[in-house]
């Protein structure tokens, strides 16, 4: 079977946000999903650093484990949807689940990490209103 897709295309029309960064943390690709759920445009975020859309007191832990990722060309999310704190462009902070992919050179060594990406803000919005409303009614029922 053969097909030719057009996997630029594809990336760029797809509903999730792909971002790429080098070894060094830096995005290297930003697809236009991206663009709608962190508000940064692609010429924006091309060459900044993760930390663009990472909340600050979260910035240390992250950078560790990506450095970790990188050295060992491992990641514990390839196959797990992880859910996280993010940030707007606004400054609003954002819910994110993504899976992340790592990215190997021709001498196997990981160059780069591509993540796909979800707005989660609204189901764990409500999720938490939820959890709370269920505290409130245990509360009286006490």
Partial sequence: MSTNINFEVLVRSIGDGVVISDAKGVIIYWNPAAERIFGFTESEALGKTLDLIIPERLRARHNEGYDHSMETGTTRYGDKLLTVPALH??????????????????????????????????????????????????????
């Avoid at 050179?105 to 919005?125: G, Y």
């Fill in 89 to 142: 462009k606004s400054g609003s902070p954002l819910s994110i689940a993504f899976t992340v992919s790592m990215i190997f050179d021709e001498h196997s060594k990981a160059s780069a990490v591509a993540a796909i990406i979800r707005d989660d803000t609204a189901r764990f919005t409500e999720e938490r209103a939820l959890h709370k409303r269920i505290m409130e009614l245990e509360s009286a029922i006490k």
